[in-house]
């Protein structure tokens, strides 16, 4: 049970890692932007980010299924 709960946490960092660093990487290619980000988004550039928000909810998902299995068999 540890084991796998390990490995979701392992894919969850490397897919915000490789995501995180995508987006580094284009924004350095591409200079130039069709039109500006909404005045929503240049305020919270992050808080309005889709990809962000699924992995904050499939954290937080994680994170509930690993203390529920651990409490409920006692570990």
Partial sequence: ???????????????????????????????????PPAKSVQAHPYLLNPVFLVYTGAGLLLAVLILYFAFSYGY
């Fill in 1 to 35: 049970m540890i084991a796998l709960a390990a490995a979701a946490l392992l894919i969850l960092i490397a897919g915000l890692v490789l995501t995180l660093r995508t987006g580094r990487f284009s924004m350095t290619l591409k200079k130039e932007q069709d039109e």
